[in-house]
């Protein structure tokens, strides 16, 4: 159900964990900034949350022809980061999120993955079996765009990204996490028919190249 306006999504927009960015890095590529230290353990459940980004994702790359030809960032702020968000992070739910977005939901083509990048920043100590055991799950081509960050200022963001691309709380002068934390409440809510309706659509798997991708394979609820 991709109606945005539930009681347990409302909560996850409000708290901006899924924030694109507005315009694109220095690079050309547009980058998505994901606060996973503000899911709330205990009322937030994590098939929501990733249910929620892949809602903005889709939104975000509605007539974006740029994102697909230049590439993206996910900024992944792992500040905060506790030992009960790690526990969210099992092992099946981690399989779910590498499928969907290796399987289900790939970035175009080897190119576009190239120019990509997955920055890890804020990389506390806890997170790093999780990390290690999500690195086991990501195909090589993925792994070759992934860049770690332990801690430090914002010197590394802005040398790799452009201080136009961040927001004023990751040193740059792009608006700020509250502005576009409402922002994209209010375009989720505005989309609301939009969003109901993208989980209509259906691929003719028989006319698919290559083995076919059956949703019974992929045991995701994330729709």
């Not at 999504?9 to 694109?20: D, Q």
């Not at 697909?68 to 996910?74: A, D, E, S």
């Not at 506790?82 to 970035?107: N, R, W």
């Amino acid at each position: 159900n991709w109606d945005p306006a539930q009681e347990k999504l409302e909560t996850i927009w409000s708290a901006g964990i899924f924030l694109p960015l507005r315009g694109f890095d220095k690079q050309g590529r547009y980058v998505i900034l994901i606060r996973t230290g503000y899911v709330v353990p205990g009322s937030m459940a994590m098939d929501d949350c990733w249910k929620a980004f892949i809602m903005m994702f889709a939104m975000a790359l509605e007539e974006n022809i740029q994102a697909n030809t230049k590439g993206f960032v996910f900024l992944m702020d792992e500040e905060k980061i506790s030992t009960s968000h790690v526990l969210m992070l099992t092992p099946t739910t981690l399989k779910k999120i590498m499928m969907v977005f290796q399987e289900a939901y790939p970035l175009d083509n080897n190119v576009l993955i190239d120019m990509s990048l997955l920055y890890f920043w804020n990389m506390p100590k806890v997170l790093k079996t999780v990390f290690n055991l999500f690195l086991s799950f990501l195909n090589e081509k993925y792994k070759k765009i992934v860049k770690i960050h332990s801690s430090g200022g914002f010197d590394a963001l802005r040398d790799e990204l452009g201080m136009e691309i961040l927001p004023e709380e990751y040193g740059g002068t792009n608006s700020n996490i509250a502005d576009l934390t409402k922002f994209w409440r209010d375009e989720a809510l505005t989309h609301t028919e939009w969003l109901i309706q993208q989980t209509k659509l259906k691929t003719e798997e028989s006319l698919r190249k290559g083995k076919p991708k059956i949703q019974s394979e992929m045991p995701c609820s994330l729709m």
